[in-house]
């Protein structure tokens, strides 16, 4: 499947055509959700969760004898 083929999404692309692979409703939607978004608006992808902390291991204690 390469540029060539006209019946997949990189030949779509290539050729600069549109089609079930590459339907041209379906990315005028995604495009107007994309921009539809507010700005400024804060999602679960940007917020990156805090580091748990290291566990360091316990020091064996001294045979006492």
Not at 31 to 40: A, E, H, Q, T
Request: hydrophobic fraction near 30%.
């Amino acid at each position: 499947m390469g540029r060539g083929d006209r019946k997949s999404k990189k030949g779509k692309v290539w050729n600069g055509s549109y089609g079930v692979s590459r339907s041209k409703k379906a990315i005028k939607a995604r495009l107007k959700r994309v921009s539809s978004k507010k700005p400024g608006t804060v999602t679960a992808v940007e917020e990156k969760p805090k580091a748990a902390a290291k566990r360091v291991p316990r020091k064996k204690e001294a045979a006492t004898e």
